[in-house]
Every structure is written in C-alpha cells, then in structure tokens.
C-alpha cells in the first residue's frame, strides 16, 4: 500500500523558513517523479513543484519560484520542500503526491497534507 | 501558464441524478488532464487521468471525455458518497494548473 506521509508543518512568522518533510513507502520511491501542492483554507488546489525520479529536473510555480526548493533523499525515501521567505500567503495545507499513470502522467498517490501558518 | 476554466462553479444534485462538469484549457492540451474529488478534511483522490482512464478502484459510474481544450467529468447515478468538489488539472507542461473546481451539493 502506498503511504505517503507529511511532517514539518507548523507556525512561522513572516519571513521565516520552514521544512517540510514526506516520508514515502510501499513503492519504489527512487523510481517516481514527486509532487508538491497546496490548499490555501477554504480555497482551491494549486500546484507547487515537480521533481523528476533521480532528482535532475525540477521546477516550480511563479509564486513561489526562488523562494521554495523541492528535494530528494532517495536512500530514505523521503521528499523534501525547503520554505524561505515566507508570506501569509504561503499559508496552507500542503500535501506531497507521487507522480505517474502507466505511460503518462498523474497524481496517482496523495499524503494527508501538513499545514503551514504563517503569521505574527 | 495554461489557464484551466472550470464549470459550474456549483451545483445542486439529488441521488441518482447524472452530473456534468465541465474544464475548458486557455490552449490545446491533448488529452493530458485529470479529474480529481476532494471530500471535506481529506486529500484529493485522483479519479480520471489522460482525459477518459479510469483510475483502478474508481467506480464506473465515473467517465471522463474531451482533447484539446474541452473536457468533461460524468457522474452517472450520483451515489451519496459522490458529494464533494472536484478539480480538473492540466498535466500538459509546467506549471500544472488546476480548475478553481465544482462543489457538488446536495439539492
């Protein structure tokens, strides 16, 4: 059974750093592009970062381009997304998916989210 | 970025009803799109990708149609489990972008 799990989540001032931690089993990890995406409370979904299986691609959202840098640690099967800079609008739940659908893509596989609160 | 036009916005259904939903791209997307449900509390559950598949374990009243820039999310019987917001997502290129989504309530 795929689970992936959140942790890191918490309060922060404006300005501050976070990071976030997803810690991934019942696959092979190594083997999957991951995701980030996020839920402002009451709002929508909005993607927020890819990272390629191995790590050589990645790319970002413009809103949080140059401030959030997704990672990988595959030997503990864990994805990472270091937070700086932090603005209220950061605020959300952000929840890890594992990328891929046969040949194409998807989010296939969804953690229970970790909710960031930035605020003074 | 692609922009991803999501409709209604809302709608109200009774149990057995057929529900339509629609996602429209601001530019041809094949048919690289997703149909995600998010109940109240929980994550999102993918329930369609490549515009019509259905995800293993999704119940066939589920369907999925369109390319290009018009899609369609069908909810055949809507059952009472099926009360929930969904969102489409373009997986064409980066950024991905999702539809604002469609609340689905009961009427």
């Known amino acids: 059974e795929v689970q992936l799990v959140e942790s890191g989540g918490g309060l922060v001032q404006p300005g501050g750093s976070l990071r976030l931690s997803c810690a991934a089993s019942?696959?092979?990890?190594?083997?999957?592009?991951m995701h980030w995406v996020r839920q402002a409370p009451g709002k929508g979904l909005v993607w927020v970062s890819w990272?390629?299986?191995?790590?050589?691609?990645?790319t970002y959202a413009d809103s949080v381009k140059d401030r959030l840098t997704i990672s990988r640690d595959d030997a503990k099967n864990t994805l990472y997304l270091q937070m700086n800079s932090l603005t209220d609008e950061d605020s959300a739940i952000y929840y890890c998916?594992?990328?891929?659908?046969?040949?194409?893509?998807?989010?296939?596989?969804w953690g229970q989210g970790i909710l960031v609160t930035v605020s003074s | 970025a692609i922009q991803m036009t999501q409709s209604p916005s809302s709608l109200s259904a009774s149990v057995g009803d057929r529900v339509t939903i629609t996602c429209r791209a601001s530019?041809?997307?094949?048919?690289?799109l997703g149909w995600y449900q998010q109940k109240p509390g929980e994550a999102p559950n993918l329930l369609i990708y490549a515009a019509s598949t259905l995800q293993s374990g999704v119940p066939s009243r589920f369907s999925g149609s369109g390319s290009g820039t018009d899609f369609t999310l069908t909810i055949n019987s809507l059952q009472p489990e099926d009360f929930a917001t969904y969102y489409c997502l373009q997986d064409y290129n980066f950024p991905w972008t999702f539809g604002q989504g469609t609340r689905v309530e009961v009427k």
């Open positions: 019942g696959f092979n990890f190594r083997g999957y592009d």
């Open positions: 998916a594992r990328g891929g659908c046969s040949a194409t893509s998807c989010l296939a596989d």
């Open positions: 530019q041809a997307i094949d048919n690289d």
């Open positions: 990272i390629r299986s191995g790590g050589s691609g990645k």
